[in-house]
């Protein structure tokens, strides 16, 4: 029995490990199957130009459905995971799950490009619709920065958040510190 049909009647962890529900994948796989079809068509499995042989999935395939595939690829994508531990989950081997991720992971942003989906990759060019939405949220955390050198600079940027160092430092904790160093 594949992964697929294992999660696939678990709505909480079909959810969790794809992002998607059981509607919102049946609606997603048979535009990704028309892309994974019309990709290796022309390509082979490791993205070189298929010369002479047709594809075929072979029999003992870890990924031998459409859905297995589908699944596989959001699997990854949202949890994630080492590409050694996504081959275990999978039945295969690091370099073959690196091999299939490489693969199906283009025929995934083109379909969800061709259904206009693809998640933006900058604000710009996130289109809102300001009529129907009175409040947005965007998830992001901070990042550290080469701090300027002007004093002035220094404080724009500056968010009080973070110490430099990664540790706050507690008064008896420095009392202690400066007695131990002298």
Known sequence: MSKYQTVAEKTSEFLASTGYTREEFDALLPHFAIQYRGWMSTHCLNGQPRKKRKHSDYQNSPLPTIEDKLFFILT???????????????????????????????????????????????????????????????????????????????????????????????????GLQDSVSN
């Open 76 to 174: 990854y994508l949202k949890t994630n995971n080492l590409q050694s531990v996504q081959g275990v989950l999978f039945g295969m081997s690091q370099p073959k799950a690196n091999l299939w991720i490489h693969c199906l992971h283009p025929i995934l942003n083109r379909t969800l490009a061709a259904l206009g989906e693809l998640p933006a990759r900058q604000m710009k060019h996130v289109v809102f619709d300001e009529e129907e939405i009175v409040l947005y949220y965007h998830d992001g955390t901070e990042r550290p920065i080469q701090r300027p050198i002007d004093q002035e600079l220094q404080r724009q940027y500056y968010s009080g958040k973070k110490t430099a160092h990664g540790q706050e430092q507690h008064p008896d904790q420095q």
